[in-house]
């Protein structure tokens, strides 16, 4: 017996776009914004991800809850803590804080911790001329003298897009829909059997 495809395809377009509708109307729990972070200076380069919250404080800034990439080669472990200064930095604790727009970073800055037991603190020094993006990075393992560097850095900050709701309809069509329109050709260029 010949099964009709077209049938069972238009099924499934009904089937998703109810899919799509339904997803459409029901709220989504927050899961946080992603950006790309980048920055360099003689000797430095840094890059990765920084993942926030999705709700900005009063200023408008969304705090840092995680992060991932390297620096210089070598793997960023952790954020560092809210409130907490890094090692060898006293009395400057992150805020963990990132701003939407241009200067990116707060007078605090953002902490973390790389795998190799050194880290970094970038925050926006507003007190230079001109104000600029610096990093201040820490070594306890170095000799005394060299555990520490501060310099500016050139810091790029970008958003990371999230798959919109027609995206995400796009591609469960093409999941579903593109080995259904392949069974229905084969089928229909499969001959009928004789009775």
């Given at each position: 017996m010949r099964q009709d495809w077209s049938a069972r395809f238009r099924m499934c377009l009904v089937w998703m776009s109810g899919c799509a509708l339904t997803w459409g109307a029901c709220p989504h729990p927050a899961s946080g914004a992603m950006f790309r972070f980048h920055y360099e200076a003689d000797g430095v380069n840094a890059?990765?991800?920084?993942?926030?919250?999705?709700?900005?404080?009063?200023?408008?800034?969304?705090?840092?809850?995680?992060?991932?990439?390297?620096?210089?080669?070598?793997?960023?472990?952790?954020?560092?803590?809210t409130g907490q200064a890094i090692p060898l930095n006293d009395g400057y604790p992150v805020d963990n804080l990132l701003l939407v727009q241009s200067p990116y970073l707060t007078l605090h800055g953002f902490g973390y911790s790389l795998a190799d037991?050194?880290?970094?603190?970038?925050?926006?020094?507003?007190?230079?001329?001109?104000?600029?993006?610096?990093?201040?990075?820490s070594n306890p393992q170095l000799p005394a003298g060299s555990q520490t560097r501060e310099g500016p850095i050139?810091?790029?900050?970008?958003?990371?897009?999230?798959?919109?709701?027609?995206?995400?309809?796009?591609?469960?069509?093409?999941?579903?829909?593109?080995?259904?329109?392949?069974?229905?050709r084969q089928q229909r260029h499969t001959p009928a059997p004789a009775r």
């Amino acid at each position: 017996m010949r099964q009709d495809w077209s049938a069972r395809f238009r099924m499934c377009l009904v089937w998703m776009s109810g899919c799509a509708l339904t997803w459409g109307a029901c709220p989504h729990p927050a899961s946080g914004a992603m950006f790309r972070f980048h920055y360099e200076a003689d000797g430095v380069n840094a890059s990765g991800l920084l993942q926030t919250n999705d709700l900005p404080d009063p200023n408008g800034a969304l705090q840092i809850v995680g992060i991932s990439g390297m620096r210089n080669g070598v793997a960023i472990a952790a954020l560092w803590p809210t409130g907490q200064a890094i090692p060898l930095n006293d009395g400057y604790p992150v805020d963990n804080l990132l701003l939407v727009q241009s200067p990116y970073l707060t007078l605090h800055g953002f902490g973390y911790s790389l795998a190799d037991g050194s880290y970094a603190n970038p925050f926006f020094a507003n007190f230079t001329q001109p104000p600029s993006a610096v990093e201040f990075f820490s070594n306890p393992q170095l000799p005394a003298g060299s555990q520490t560097r501060e310099g500016p850095i050139a810091l790029s900050i970008t958003a990371v897009p999230e798959p919109t709701g027609w995206q995400l309809l796009a591609a469960l069509a093409a999941a579903l829909g593109l080995p259904a329109l392949q069974a229905w050709r084969q089928q229909r260029h499969t001959p009928a059997p004789a009775r």
